[in-house]
């Protein structure tokens, strides 16, 4: 419950990697009250993140809400319709990568699966994306040396442990030259027919049936 609250709240989850020393993206939190003075707020904003920023709900999923802001009017559009969603926002600053997913498993001693790589034809990964459109191409495994693939999962369960997760995540990067980014944690993540998550662990060799079984044995011993 812990670890799905703190995955959930994007806030939370900057400041848990951060303490943990998890490479992840600069961040502030904003809140309704900031837009009082918000020439000053869009000047800190500036100054720490700089323009392109991403603006997020903290506590919503599948880019519900999410914009890209490129000056000071979309900045204060993307906040207004953050708030619609929740009490808090945060900004990000923008990062560009390609967009890798990690499937992990397990309680103490988790394990990470080989790495899936999505390409929005799209600015960005948005609902439509997601859901709605054939916009986005899927690559298993992903499209990165093996070495950076060794990384990525590193990270994975780094981030896994310090947030106190159990039984599955899927955790999600951005893969720079520069370096790994870990963009976010998804303690429940989709379980559908064209959801990362089943497609990465039956990548790496379990069935449907072992990945459910085991999901419950995990929940059992826990």
Known sequence: VLAS??????????????????????????????LENFDETELELCDTLGYPMFVKPANAGSSVGVSKAANKEELLSALQLAFEHDGKAV????????EVE?????NHGAKASVLGEIAPKKEFYDYEAKYQDDSTDLYIPARISEETADLVREL???AYEALGCAGL???DFFVQDEGI????INTLPGFT?????????????MTHFELISGLIELALNK
């Open 5 to 34: 609250a703190a995955c959930m709240d994007k806030a939370m989850t900057h400041t848990v990697l951060d303490q943990a020393g998890i490479p992840n993206a600069m961040w502030a939190d904003i809140y309704p009250w900031d």
């Open 181 to 184: 980014i870990l963009n976010e």
């Open 102 to 106: 990690c499937a992990v498993f397990g």
């Open 169 to 171: 995540s899927r955790v």
């Open 91 to 98: 900004v990000e600053e923008f990062i560009k990568g390609r």
């Open 193 to 205: 027919a064209i959801s990362m998550y089943p497609k990465l662990m039956m990548e790496g060799g």
């Open 156 to 158: 994975a369960l780094a």
